[in-house]
């Protein structure tokens, strides 16, 4: 059974930061891209961040260029986003995303970024 379970999220001041983790199961994870993607209310889903199994590439969103950094550690089955200099736009359910082919999606966790 396939399962991808986010954590970290929770609520922080503007200018703070935040480490999301998602721990998968039930594929081959090191097959897999794996990314972040996130969405606020009222607006489509968007792509966050994306790291490729191959060669362990990266790509980031622009509005997250410089702030926010993927990372995976294959041997724990697991992907992070460390999000630092956090703002009120990046307000939103966080979701983990793995791809090779198939896509399978996380359940979400919610980011809130306020004073």
């Known amino acids: 059974q396939v399962q991808l379970v986010e954590s970290g999220g929770g609520l922080v001041q503007p200018g703070g930061s935040l480490t999301l983790s998602c721990v998968a199961s039930?594929?081959?994870?090191?097959?897999?891209?794996m990314s972040w993607y996130r969405q606020a209310p009222g607006k489509e889903r968007e792509l966050v961040a994306a790291?490729?199994?191959?060669?362990?590439?990266?790509s980031y969103a622009n509005s997250v260029k410089g702030r926010f950094t993927i990372s995976r550690d294959n041997a724990k089955n697991t992907v992070y986003l460390q999000m630092n200099s956090l703002k009120p736009e990046d307000t939103a359910v966080y979701y983990c995303?793995?791809?090779?082919?198939?896509?399978?999606w996380g359940q979400g966790t919610q980011v809130t970024v306020s004073s």
């Open positions: 039930g594929f081959t994870f090191s097959r897999y891209a």
């Open positions: 790291m490729y199994s191959g060669d362990g590439s990266t």
């Open positions: 995303k793995a791809q090779r082919g198939i896509a399978y």
